[in-house]
């Protein structure tokens, strides 16, 4: 941690590196200069640089010395703010702060070593009782204004160092490893001064040692109570709530922040700090609460607490994405990037949120605007490495997943996804030495040993890759590994190679749609089951199928959004996409903050992009409802009925009982495209056109839906997938792919072999089973095949020729 002293030192260097005419001031131009020489990567505009500049000599007024312009102290008051950060503005102007120079007198060597001697010594020495601490301590707008604050502070730090030696000695203090994982970015404080360095320590709360220190800790707040004025009172409650949080007691700083937060509301600073507690705890929500407050509070506070802004939104958007709403964590991480343009931060948070919700083009844009401000940013390489990737851009992800290795090698981020991206590529011997470096830096990680066995699997390592499935097994007991044994097994068994791997015998051969026929009325065709299994696979990622209908219609009755106009003149209930997060927070309550992202990427990329094709940012809200109705939990009349009412909620049918077949028509073009894309798109062009304003009702609404060839007939398909896709068929493996049998089997009539529903759906048959047609019965369940072969069996006893089921 850079010590006060050596951080002052360092700003005066910078101070003296710009008052060119050496008058103890930095005027507009000089101030410019230096903006301009901190940030190299940036090329600012004269508009820009003129906006940092009014915004500085505003914010900073009293420390505005004439046309001298802003002195030493100002500048000094800027980094403690947190506009700046003093060692990469140090390291980037090339300077440097030799150990020799003084200060007033005192070598910085000196300095420093007072700075970490006992407290009980430094109280007698009271000329240096603000460099005995960390630098926020004597920061002139967050630090310690009274004095008697400073005996608390004394006091604590022994407590604390008390405490820390107890534990030490009994071996219950515990470092935690958090440096080898991603950084989200996280603003722990109010400046960049309070960066952590150090590996961060993990109190033992249940000894008596803890009871002790926490007794003792409940008189000095006594005494914090005890001051001769609310300021006082206040002061020292951040006090004692900083070094609590400088030492990782986050539980005992939230009640000091709490507490200061009581003796003055609308302050932003105990709000804002209590947040960052909320934070660490786990508490996303509460969390949120506080950093609303803080900006509220900093808004209404006007220009004091101004350069506060960025910060306070940037870890409200953390904050948000700790509850899964990345949408609405993009708008803070924007306004923090507009509000501070050299916000490296921001710009990295907002490229990976956007990446989290799909928009890979605008994720490139931003990651990569961070990595021009700090070239040295591993997770910001690391997560634009990701986005390449997604957008098929591989050389150039493989290089930026390196850079990020390079900068960080136990990145186990870039370490585990460059090892996907080798999967991907089929370049399985470096996957595993990928997944095998995760594991040496993360033992227990069980997906990235899950991973190492598939991609030893790949490069034809089989009897590695069973050892790894071993040691998976012994991190979890998930299904997943029990179904990637079987297919290791039946691997063996069959002695197979990848399809068209040049090496042995093919896994499969394709076969063309028109040589697939169906047995049966209930064996479903391949392309509706293909398109059916596409919708399915978007219920299970968002797990819609479990929201009722009667949710939606709730959420219908109790919003209150205001009309507005479309660029077609058609007035709608639209709101944004972050609100619509909201709403959706609230429909999907029960999953995950993880399993939520998940959900509202799938959503965006695949129904809001469509519903938002002119990129506003903006939503009809009852034709979302109306596209989500036939996909979730329900029955099909209820689904249906709640698209119909959805279409009359719409302010365009407002007061009807019945809706235009213009509206209908456009309603299901647009399901269409959303969930069968190969037929919708095309459609959707003969939407516009002239109007047809005839009234439909709920019956003829229901026909026009259910119809197989202009509708969504396809959701009869889907029914069936909901209520059979988990079941399982014994022994039975698919004769392609070798993976159990999961949900309906598809037997092939003439050479008896079976397919499971994803390789029937993609045409895919044995090679050793080469015919000109191929005849397909379903079996939804093992006793429906049962029952087939028994009545076969009881149809040749009586002389029929039936080929045998």
Not at 148 to 173: A, F, N, P, Y
Not at 478 to 497: G, M, N, P, T
Request: with cysteine.
């Amino acid at each position: 941690m850079t010590t006060r002293g050596s951080r002052s030192e360092k700003v005066k260097r910078i101070f003296q590196q710009f008052d060119a005419n050496r008058d103890g001031g930095l005027n507009r131009e000089e101030m410019a200069a230096l903006v301009v020489a901190v940030n190299p990567r940036v090329k600012f505009s004269e508009e820009q640089i003129n906006a940092i500049l009014d915004e500085v000599f505003r914010t900073y007024g009293e420390f505005i010395d004439g046309e001298k312009g802003l002195t030493f102290d100002g500048l000094l008051r800027t980094y403690d703010d947190g506009a700046g950060d003093v060692d990469r503005d140090f390291d980037a102007l090339g300077l440097e702060l030799k150990p020799s120079e003084e200060k007033n007198g005192i070598s910085l060597a000196a300095e420093e070593a007072a700075s970490s001697s006992s407290i009980a010594d430094e109280r007698v020495m009271e000329p240096h009782k603000k460099q005995r601490t960390v630098a926020w301590a004597s920061s002139p707008n967050h630090g310690i204004v009274f004095d008697d604050t400073w005996k608390l502070v004394d006091d604590l730090e022994i407590l604390i160092k008390r405490l820390k030696s107890k534990q030490s000695k009994d071996g219950k203090v515990k470092n935690d490893n958090s440096d080898v994982y991603s950084d989200p970015g996280w603003s722990r404080e109010l400046g960049p001064s309070v960066e952590i360095t150090e590996k961060m320590v993990i109190w033992e709360e249940s000894g008596h040692d803890y009871a002790v220190f926490v007794k003792e800790l409940g008189v000095l707040r006594s005494r914090a109570d005890g001051a001769r004025s609310r300021e006082e009172a206040f002061d020292g409650h951040m006090a004692i709530g900083r070094v609590l949080y400088e030492h990782y007691l986050f539980k005992e700083a939230l009640v000091s922040f709490k507490r200061a937060c009581e003796l003055q509301p609308t302050d932003v600073r105990p709000h804002f700090r209590a947040g960052n507690c909320l934070y660490v705890l786990g508490r996303h929500s509460e969390a949120k609460g506080e950093f609303l407050l803080a900006l509220e509070a900093a808004e209404a506070g006007g220009n004091q607490w101004a350069y506060l802004l960025p910060q306070i939104h940037v870890n409200l958007g953390i904050a948000l994405e700790g509850e899964g709403m990345l949408i609405s964590a993009c708008e803070h991480y924007r306004e923090a990037a507009i509000l501070c343009p050299t916000h490296f931060r921001a710009l990295k948070l907002l490229g990976s949120a956007l990446f989290g919700v799909g928009e890979y083009k605008a994720a490139i844009k931003a990651l990569e605007e961070a990595i021009y401000m700090k070239n040295d940013y591993a997770d910001a390489h690391c997560d634009l490495a990701s986005a390449l990737h997604a957008v098929g851009d591989d050389d150039n992800a493989i290089k930026e997943f390196q850079k990020a290795i390079d900068l960080k090698p136990g990145h186990v981020d870039a370490l585990y996804n460059l090892g996907g991206l080798y999967m991907d590529m089929g370049r399985y011997q470096r996957a595993s030495e990928m997944y095998t470096r995760v594991l040496g830096v993360w033992p227990n990680h069980w997906r990235a040993q899950l991973n190492k066995a598939v991609s030893l699997l790949g490069a034809g390592e089989t009897d590695e890759a069973k050892k790894a499935l071993k040691e998976a097994l012994k991190m979890t007991n998930r299904v997943e590994l029990h179904d990637a044994i079987s297919h290791l097994k039946q691997l063996q068994k069959k002695k197979l190679k990848g399809n068209g791997s040049g090496n042995g015998e093919e896994a499969y051969i394709t076969v063309e749609p028109s040589k697939f026929k169906t047995v049966g009325e209930k064996t479903t065709l391949r392309p509706e089951l293909a398109v059916a299994l596409d919708i399915r696979a978007f219920q299970r990622i968002t797990r819609l199928n479990r929201c009722e209908v009667e949710l939606i219609k709730k959420e219908m009755t109790e919003s209150d959004v205001p009309e507005s106009y479309s660029g077609s003149g058609i007035p709608e209930k639209s709101i944004r996409k972050a609100s619509l997060e909201g709403i959706l927070r609230k429909l999907l309550n029960f999953l995950k903050p993880e399993t939520f992202t998940g959900a509202v990427k799938a959503v965006n990329q695949k129904i809001l992009s469509v519903l938002d094709d002119r990129e506003s940012g903006r939503v009809d809200l009852g034709m979302f409802f109306a596209v989500l109705s036939p996909i979730c939990g329900g029955s099909p009349d209820k689904r249906k009925r709640l698209a119909y009412d959805a279409l009359l909620w719409r302010p365009v049918n407002e007061g009807s009982t019945q809706i235009s077949k213009s509206d209908v028509q456009g309603y299901i073009k647009l399901l269409r495209a959303i969930y069968i894309p190969s037929h919708g798109i095309s459609e959707m062009l003969e939407i516009h056109g002239e109007r047809d304003n005839s009234l439909v009702s709920l019956t003829e609404f229901i026909a026009m839906f259910d119809d197989q060839e202009w509708g969504f007939g396809i959701m009869s398909t889907l029914l069936k997938l909901e209520t059979g896709d988990r079941t399982r068929h014994g022994r039975h493996v698919c004769s392609t792919c070798r993976y159990p049998i999961i949900g309906s089997r598809f037997k092939e009539m003439k050479s008896h072999f079976s397919l499971c529903s994803q390789c029937y759906s993609e045409g895919k048959v044995p090679p050793t089973c080469k015919q000109e047609e191929y005849r397909f019965k379903e079996y939804a369940s093992e006793s429906e095949a049962v029952k087939d072969k028994c009545m076969w069996f009881g149809l040749h006893s009586k002389g029929s020729s039936l080929p045998a089921p």
